[in-house]
């Protein structure tokens, strides 16, 4: 056993929510009038398996807390992806939409529930796991793409909002996403939408077909098949008055037009401090708070300010009756993921590497000449360059992923027993190249014996394509699962109710590598880094659950699951889980239950992969001495991310409590409060903690290099001794821990007036507690309310429906933040101030006068409201580019 698992653990959550969803009740009219149709006989009750329990069963709500969102609600959100409709869930407090296009995975979507991250959130489909992502975010977080999962394809998405690791396993800390599609359908539909903003640019298409062969229960099997294809086009910043320009300073903001455009800055390495190249026009000139000057070129009109997504997935799925009640059945997916994003240049690095010396080929005897404050005229300054190498065109990334998921069972009823056993294979594939990427050692050449000139303000194209190169990745995850379980909704009666049962086995196996280029293993890019990961791991699996109903008005939850790591050993987590009904109106519930999470195959297993901090590191070893205060002492050094191999799982301890009250079919509501204690939290170590730190805990300032010490900056501020940060290395720790609580609230309303059906849904999420701590000694620090921290959202859904019509009014409400871009940068005593709260509307229309054709209208951000600026962040907090329309046909076949 792992000498981690050799004491008690607290671990692994779990959160089943059982049971919701059934049919409809029996018919039973009886007319005494000799003329009344026959009476229908009475409909079986089908026992329906919901997220969060593996007991079939038919009651609407249960021990724990679950959101089921049916295909007419899909639609009404005008949502044309997963996580687009994912964001509209006030439930998703945290999503990626694949726009980021630094992200490690460009491209892939994620989604976090409880700001817990995606790495904390299981997602299934059809209740069983898929693959992660070929590559990881963020350099160490595994995660699904959404984008595997068609929408076209969804039939209802079911959201447990606890902890399920009792059933599921370790991921599924802060819950469960579970998306099930068609089964069983007979026809041909033909789906599609076509979508652009208001403003013309950010295209967007979708089409589906799907056909359905054979009545299961008719025929004794059915054949599904679906294939669906989407693309999207990145907006344009000449289309949106907010992006026409980067320099927000008349918002209140900063100058973010780029420094780094031909011809640049120089350095004179003795004078200490950044000019702008004689040949920068004098209104491109700008002096940041410290001195140092930039020259600035604004965006260009057609630039795009996102990638081009491009998506095809196609499923086959089937079933088929072996006689009695035991049938086959099988499942194969597969998608194709293309991102392609062009922007930016490739720059040259700053190092001391980098500098350019009397005799060297790139040195210009005028750009080293200067006069300091006394007169003193200085020649020979060895020159730095801060410049792109923009003379051959933009970089850019392009992303193909491939996905396949292949399924095969069999399933059952014998007595009262249904079981089930099935083999899965899953992969994601992906291939990543980067255009225009500079090549280390062509630049340090060009430098020292000429070809390409940085100081020159324009060189030729041909000079600029010898200095570049394009680099490929290349990753692959996998997982393979083998699985059986049985259930029983009465297996006995007990405390005079009945029990039932479910128990199951799960043998997993999982790995991820993923292979850099051999120019970025050799360090050979500049300023550019990428991942690498070689690791595996097998999970045996085994869990119990039992149901019990002592009494109409009791339902008691228990289960137990235990997993073996194959580098962790062994640990066993509990759920228990009460509902309580005084009455046919009222429900009560609690539950509780632990989870472990084990470290991720990247922070195991990844190689070293460099970054820069965005909000920069506060060296006040050097600024005091230098006189600099908060907002001056920002120095940027590269970070180098390592693993660590001795790194212990995170633990969490997970209790909620709720009530729903349903006193009719027109209203319903529920109430549930959450609360989760995480510790051994993993992250990397604080940068600002390394250095605040680096001279009084052992072993600290080796993780720090640094440039040498400046002579003329020494005898201009005495008491300055050390040289600028130049690397960093930080290692995954653990360092932290989380506790978060709040609660979830939902309500339907549903009304008839007038021959119109009226409905109003509310779904609202507030944070009550968040903390978090990322420093090995530091204490939890209040975040809720910070930057990406909304304290609550609200979603709104009003419609109504006559005839063939059906309007909807959807509204997103977000709580303000903090003006500032992350609680890291908070200064003591300093108000940041807040950002307003935020509703964005969307109206969808839909008409089915038409016989099998559906028609859907939506517009997205119709009031088209502004997004709100944030000061301390330096830019736009929200959706900057206005209103989308959107058209939606769907057209049926029987």
């Known amino acids: 056993m792992n000498r981690h698992l050799q004491r008690p653990l607290p671990a692994r959550l779990s959160l089943l929510a059982c049971a919701l969803a059934a049919l409809a009740a029996q018919a039973q009219a009886q007319t005494a009038a000799q003329d009344a149709p026959a009476e229908k006989p009475p409909q079986t009750l089908q026992r329906v398996e919901i997220v969060g329990s593996s007991i079939k069963r038919i009651t609407a709500e249960g021990p724990s807390a679950i959101a089921v969102y049916k295909r007419s609600d899909i639609e009404a959100t005008g949502a044309t992806s997963t996580v687009e409709l994912l964001s509209k869930m006030a439930a998703v407090t945290a999503f990626d939409d694949g726009n980021n296009s630094n992200s490690f995975s460009a491209g892939a979507t994620s989604a976090s529930l409880r700001n817990m991250g995606a790495q904390n959130v299981l997602v299934l489909l059809n209740g069983r796991r898929l693959a992660n992502y ?206 392609d994003w062009r922007g930016g240049y490739p720059t040259m690095e ?59 069972g069999v399933r059952g009823m014998y007595g009262n027993w249904d079981w089930e056993a099935a083999a899965m294979f899953s992969r994601s594939r992906g291939d990543q190249t980067e255009f225009n990427m500079l090549k280390r050692d062509a630049v340090l050449n060009a430098l020292a014996n000429g070809g390409y000139n940085p100081f020159v303000p324009v060189n030729s194209r041909a000079a600029a394509e010898a200095l570049l190169t394009d680099i490929t990745k290349q990753a692959t995850s996998t997982l393979n699962t083998l699985d059986a379980k049985v259930s029983n909704p009465e297996l006995t009666r007990f ?73 962790f050993g062994t640990t ?12 046919s109106d009222w429900l009560l519930r609690a539950g509780f239950n632990t989870a472990f999470k084990a470290p991720s195959l990247p922070q195991m297993h990844m190689g070293s992969t460099n970054a820069y901090p965005g909000e920069g590191i506060r060296d006040w070893i050097r600024c005091k001495p230098m006189g600099l205060d908060y ?48 510790k051994d939290s993993i992250n990397l170590l604080d940068g600002q903690y390394l250095i605040d730190h680096e001279f009084d805990i052992p072993g600290y300032a080796e993780l720090v290099t640094r440039d040498p010490r400046n002579p003329v900056l020494e005898q201009r501020y005495p008491g300055l001794k050390n040289g600028r940060l130049k690397y960093l290395t930080l290692p995954y720790m653990n360092v932290g821990g989380v506790e978060t609580g709040g609660v979830d609230w939902t309500l339907r309303l549903e009304q008839q007036w007038a021959g119109i059906r009226f409905w109003l849904e509310n779904e609202y999420n507030a944070i009550l507690r968040y903390k978090s701590a990322f420093t090995p000694d530091g204490d939890l620090q209040d975040r809720v309310g910070g930057y990406s921290q909304e304290k609550w959202r609200n979603t709104l859904r009003v419609g109504g429906e006559r005839g063939a019509w059906r309007v909807q009014l959807n509204g997103l409400t977000y709580a303000g933040v903090l003006n500032v871009s992350s609680p890291a940068v908070l200064q003591p005593g300093v108000d940041p101030g807040r950002m307003p709260s935020r509703t964005v509307w969307d109206l969808s229309v839909g008409y089915t006068g038409w016989k099998d054709l559906k028609l859907n209208l939506t517009v997205l951000n119709i009031f088209d409201i502004k997004p709100r600026f944030s000061t301390g962040y330096g830019g736009f907090y929200d959706d900057r580019y206005g209103p989308t329309i959107q058209l939606a046909a769907r057209y049926t076949v029987r």
């Open 134 to 339: 070929a590559f990881a975010a963020g350099t160490d977080t595994p995660f699904v793409d959404l984008n595997t999962i068609p929408l076209a394809a969804v039939e209802r998405v079911e959201i447990l909002r606890d902890g399920a690791s009792a059933l599921y396993g370790s991921d599924a800390v802060a819950g469960v996403m579970n998306f099930v599609t068609k089964t069983d359908y007979q026809g041909i539909e033909l789906a599609g939408k076509l979508g652009q903003r208001t403003a013309g640019d950010q295209r967007r298409g979708e089409f589906s077909l799907t056909a359905g062969h054979g009545d299961f229960d008719r025929d004794g099997y059915n054949l599904l098949a679906m294939v669906a294809a989407s693309r999207r086009d990145p907006a344009l910043a000449g289309k949106h008055s907010l992006t026409r320009s980067t320099d927000l300073r008349p918002y209140g903001g900063l100058d973010l037009r780029d420094t780094g455009r031909s011809p640049g800055s120089i350095q004179r390495i003795d004078e200490g401090y950044r000019k702008a190249h004689p040949a920068c026009p004098a209104a491109q000139v700008e002096v940041d708070n410290i001195g140092d000057e930039y020259c600035r070129t604004d965006i260009a009109a057609d630039a795009r300010l996102g990638p081009t997504l491009e998506r095809v997935n196609a499923s086959l799925m089937g079933s088929k009756s072996l006689g009695g009640n035991t049938s086959l059945f099988g499942e194969l997916v597969l998608g194709h993921n293309k991102t």
């Open 572 to 583: 066993t987590n509990p759920k228990i889980a009460v509902a309580f009904r005084p009455n």
């Open 631 to 678: 907002n001056q002492c920002a120095y940027y050094p590269r970070l180098t991310y390592v693993p660590n191999e001795q790194l212990k799982p995170e633990r969490s301890d997970i209790w909620s409590a709720g009530l729903a009250f349903n006193p009719s079919k027109a209203l319903n509501t529920t109430v549930d409060l959450y609360y989760l204690k995480q």
């Open 350 to 408: 700053s190092g001391v590497d980098h500098r350019v010396t009397p005799g060297m080929a790139a040195y210009v005897p005028a750009l080293g000449r200067w006069v300091d404050d006394k007169g003193v005229v200085h020649e020979n300054s060895p020159l730095q360059a801060y410049r792109s190498v923009d003379e051959a065109g933009e970089r850019g990334t392009r992303s193909l992923v491939t996905s396949s998921r292949a399924l095969a």
């Open 495 to 567: 405390l005079g109710g009945p029990l039932g049962m479910a128990a199951g086995v799960q043998f997993m196996h999982e790995s991820m590598k993923e292979v850099a280029d051999p120019q970025l293993a050799a360090k050979n890019i500049e300023n550019w880094s990428g991942t690498s990961s070689d690791g595996s791991r097998k999970v045996a699996s085994g869990f119990v659950e039992f149901n019990l109903q002592p009494n109409k008005a009791t339902e008691i939850q228990l289960a137990l699951r235990s997993d073996h790591y194959s580098d």
